[in-house]
C-alpha cells in the first residue's frame, strides 16, 4: 500500500512536470508575448496623447510609447541578428485580444473618466507585465533573450510606479491639468 502511494506521487509529479512542459514558451513565443505587451502599451499611450488634458499623464504617455517602442526594435535587431522572428503563441493571442478590448473600452470613456480608466489599465496590465517577464527570465533558454528580459525589466517596473503615483495624483488639486 505505501509503495502504491509512492509511485502515484511520482506519477503525479511526472505527469505535472510533462503539462509544465509542454506550456514553456519558446525563446521566440516569449519574445512574441513582449513584442504584442509593447505594441499595446504604445497603442494606450497614443490614445491617452488624444484624449487626456492631463500635462503629466501626457508626459507618462510620451514616456511609455517611447520606451515600449524601443524595446520592440531591440527585439527585432535580436531576432534579426540570430535570423529568426518573435513567434504567436496562445498567450500573445490572447493578449492581443484584450488589448483590443481595452483600447475599445478607453477609447469609449470620457474625457472626465479617462485619466483614470486609463491609469487603472496601466496599473493592472504593467503588473502582469513585470510578473510574465520575471517568468521569462527565469527560463529563457538564449542568453541574449534573457539580457534583453533583465534590461527591460527596471523601465517596466518604473513605468508600473510612475502609474502608481499618478493614481494618487487624479483628482488632487494640485494636479496641472
Known amino acids: 500500500m505505501k509503495n502504491a502511494c509512492i509511485v502515484a506521487v511520482l506519477l503525479f509529479l511526472a505527469l505535472t512536470r510533462l503539462a509544465q512542459a509542454q506550456e514553456r514558451l519558446s525563446d521566440e513565443q516569449m519574445l512574441g508575448v513582449?513584442?504584442?505587451?509593447?505594441?499595446?502599451?504604445?497603442?494606450?499611450?497614443?490614445l491617452a496623447l488624444?484624449?487626456?488634458r492631463s500635462y503629466s499623464?501626457?508626459?507618462?504617455?510620451?514616456?511609455?510609447?517611447?520606451?515600449?517602442?524601443?524595446v520592440n526594435q531591440e527585439i527585432a535587431t535580436l531576432t534579426q541578428r540570430v535570423g529568426t522572428q518573435p513567434q504567436r503563441s496562445a498567450t500573445s493571442d490572447a493578449l492581443t485580444k484584450q488589448s483590443a478590448a481595452d483600447l475599445a473600452d478607453l477609447d469609449d470613456a470620457s474625457t472626465y473618466d479617462f485619466d483614470e480608466a486609463y491609469l487603472d489599465r496601466e496599473v493592472l496590465f504593467?503588473?502582469?507585465l513585470v510578473i510574465t517577464v520575471d517568468g521569462y527570465i527565469r527560463t529563457a533558454r538564449n542568453a541574449d533573450v534573457r539580457t534583453l528580459l533583465i534590461r527591460s525589466r527596471p523601465s517596466f517596473i518604473f513605468h508600473l510606479d510612475?502609474?502608481?503615483?499618478?493614481?494618487?495624483?487624479?483628482?488632487?488639486p494640485g494636479l496641472r491639468r
Open 50 to 52: 488624444r484624449k487626456t
Open 162 to 172: 510612475q502609474a502608481h503615483r499618478l493614481q494618487l495624483t487624479i483628482g488632487s
Open 34 to 46: 513582449v513584442f504584442v505587451a509593447n505594441q499595446a502599451e504604445m497603442a494606450a499611450g497614443n
Open 126 to 128: 504593467l503588473q502582469k
Open 57 to 70: 499623464l501626457q508626459v507618462f504617455a510620451r514616456r511609455i510609447v517611447s520606451e515600449h517602442a524601443q
